[in-house]
């Protein structure tokens, strides 16, 4: 007795000196358009990713920047509140006279000899005003209100002003 087996499983049949091939393997491959097609989808959707690549490095250039500019004023208010008020309000060289100051991308920074560095991005300018405090009727050398300026060398010179109070602590 003979087997029965699927049609898959059985050679092609012999039909005078053609072979006959079964239906079901006569289309195992793509067309060209398909081919085109699939590409061209492809491609729309790749450029799309492109695009928002460019958007993506250049928000993390921005936020490298705000993190480089808090450094470097979170580095001026502390050197403020640490000091002498004596030297902070009275003008000593020590202090006053290392500015304008600068920085570099890292906001570590950059030792000048009063040129602007080349590899300066941040450059801090000090100014000193008076400050009356609450209940006070006059400014009376308790404390100062010390504004410094940042300016961004490399983002069109813009502008960022800070401030800070310089207290007398008795030191």
């Given at each position: 007795m003979?087997?029965?087996?699927?049609?898959?499983?059985?050679?092609?049949?012999?039909?005078?000196?053609?072979?006959?091939v079964?239906?079901?393997?006569a289309r195992?491959?793509f067309?060209?358009?398909?081919?085109?097609?699939?590409?061209?989808?492809m491609?729309?959707?790749?450029?799309?990713?492109?695009?928002?690549?460019?958007?993506?490095?250049?928000?993390?250039?921005?936020?490298?920047?705000i993190?480089a500019?808090?450094?470097?004023v979170?580095a001026?208010s502390?050197?403020?509140?640490?000091m002498?008020?004596s030297?902070?309000?009275g003008?000593?060289?020590t202090?006053t006279?290392?500015f304008?100051r600068?920085?570099?991308?890292?906001?570590a920074?950059?030792?000048s000899?009063g040129?602007?560095?080349?590899?300066a991005?941040?450059?801090?300018?000090?100014q000193?005003?008076?400050?009356?405090?609450?209940?006070a009727?006059?400014?009376?050398?308790?404390?100062?209100t010390?504004i410094?300026e940042l300016?961004?060398?490399?983002?069109?010179?813009?502008?960022?002003?800070y401030?800070t109070l310089?207290?007398n602590?008795?030191r």
């Amino acid at each position: 007795m003979r087997a029965h087996l699927p049609p898959y499983c059985m050679p092609p049949r012999l039909s005078g000196s053609r072979i006959r091939v079964p239906a079901t393997s006569a289309r195992r491959g793509f067309s060209l358009v398909e081919v085109i097609v699939a590409l061209g989808v492809m491609s729309f959707a790749a450029s799309g990713l492109i695009g928002l690549l460019s958007v993506g490095v250049g928000l993390s250039r921005n936020f490298m920047n705000i993190t480089a500019e808090s450094q470097v004023v979170q580095a001026v208010s502390n050197e403020l509140q640490l000091m002498d008020y004596s030297a902070v309000v009275g003008g000593s060289a020590t202090f006053t006279g290392t500015f304008p100051r600068f920085y570099d991308e890292g906001g570590a920074f950059i030792q000048s000899g009063g040129n602007t560095p080349a590899n300066a991005f941040f450059k801090v300018n000090l100014q000193q005003q008076a400050c009356k405090l609450p209940g006070a009727t006059v400014a009376d050398g308790t404390a100062k209100t010390v504004i410094f300026e940042l300016v961004h060398l490399r983002n069109n010179g813009e502008i960022k002003t800070y401030c800070t109070l310089a207290v007398n602590n008795g030191r």
